[in-house]
């Protein structure tokens, strides 16, 4: 029996004090009010019947799993397919060192694309794979899969039927946030999106991949 409900989870806040964009780079897990943002993610579905737990590889991602595998159980499983999509821009701050990298500019000639990391449609391919292995794979409940910004973007967006080019300063995306999906007939449908960690967002920093 597949399950009957996927919540795709973002990570928490990162700790990452010089703002840059951190993407796949190694070193950035959560900042204290990172973790208590992911317990607060996980104890939002206390009483769900959570049979699987699946990150992204990446420290921050897998940090924000701990509380939902503390909480229900089961041993937590890495999926390379959750994961933050490549991006040009890591390492620098957007708004502080982009104006003065000229040799930067050129990778934002096509927004659309975007140009300056994988493709929209290659995010799209990977986490729709994903999240049908997870969703056939369980043996009925729920499952979590916890990733980042722009993969769930794309997720909601594919599911709503919506252009998979955006501006990334408007996604619909918090940290921690929940998107809850739901198999009907042959496709996934969205059924809920929460911000069980809204109370901690307004002094959040977020500085998720354009």
């Known amino acids: 029996m597949p399950a009957e409900l996927v919540h795709l989870v973002r990570h928490g806040e990162v700790e990452n004090p ?13 900042s204290a009010r990172g973790h208590r943002m ?16 699946t990150a992204s590889p ?9 509380p939902w595998i503390a909480r ?28 003065r990298r000229p ?3 050129r990778h ?36 979590v899969l916890v990733s980042h910004q722009m993969p769930i973007v794309v997720v909601a967006r594919t599911v709503a039927g919506l252009p998979l080019a955006h501006n990334p300063a408007k996604r619909r995306c918090a940290l921690s946030s929940i998107t809850t999906l739901e198999r009907r007939g042959d496709a996934f449908v969205e059924v809920s999106y929460a911000e069980p960690a809204a109370e901690l967002l307004a002094d959040a920093i977020d500085t998720g991949a354009v």
């Open 72 to 99: 229900f159980g089961g041993e937590l499983q890495i999926d390379e397919r959750l994961i933050e999509p490549t991006n040009r821009f890591e390492g620098i701050n957007m708004r502080r060192d982009l104006p």
């Open 108 to 143: 934002l000639i096509n927004p659309r694309l975007p140009s300056w990391g994988e493709p929209f449609l290659s995010v799209q391919a990977r986490m729709t794979a994903a999240i049908g292995d997870a969703w056939a794979s369980a043996d009925g409940g729920e499952v």
């Open 58 to 66: 990446l420290q921050r991602t897998r940090e924000s799993a701990a």
């Open 103 to 105: 040799d930067l500019w």
């Open 18 to 30: 010089t703002g840059v964009l951190y993407g796949r780079l190694d070193g950035f897990g959560l």
């Open 38 to 53: 992911a317990e607060l993610a996980s104890a939002s579905l206390a009483g769900h019947d959570i049979r699987s737990v």
